[in-house]
Nanobody
Framework: VHLVESGGGSVPSGGSLTLSCEASGITYRRVYMAWFRQAPGKEREGVASIGSAGSTNYAASVKGRFTLSQDSRKNTLHLQMNNLKPEDTAMYYC?????????????????????WGQGTQVTVSS
């Protein structure tokens, strides 16, 4: 599995960014894909996830501001981030995992995901 993130950058508070994750080589029969983020000195946290049937989950801290979508061929994941805040500053990672694992661990917990991208940095200035 190969996951490539893009779209990170630096924006002022209140700004917007769209992250994209291009996926290839996924062979799971049913797959969850998600965005996670990790700020310096903090644990990796789930931001948003989408299952193979299209169901989405969002972290409480981003609900109403971030929107996750997937293209019709399911090989690209997008995260539209609006009204960004300084606390959104982090490295953002795309992840993929089999549904059988993610539903056991929770779709916003890293443990259920086997495959990770290299990350893209998001910096929000106050």
């Amino acid at each position: 599995v190969h996951l490539v993130e893009s779209g990170g950058g630096s924006v002022p508070s209140g700004g917007s960014l769209t992250l994209s994750c291009e996926a290839s080589g996924i062979t799971y029969r049913r797959v969850y894909m998600a965005w996670f983020r990790q700020a310096p000195g903090k644990e990796r946290e789930g931001v948003a996830s989408i299952g193979s049937a299209g169901s989405t989950n969002y972290a409480a801290s981003v609900k109403g501001r971030f929107t996750l979508s997937q293209d019709s061929r399911k090989n690209t994941l997008h995260l539209q981030m609006n009204n960004l805040k300084p606390e959104d500053t982090a490295m953002y990672y795309c992840a993929a995992g089999p549904t059988s694992a993610t539903l056991i661990t929770g779709p916003l917990r890293p443990a259920g995901y086997n495959d990770w991208g290299q990350g893209t940095q998001v910096t929000v200035s106050s």
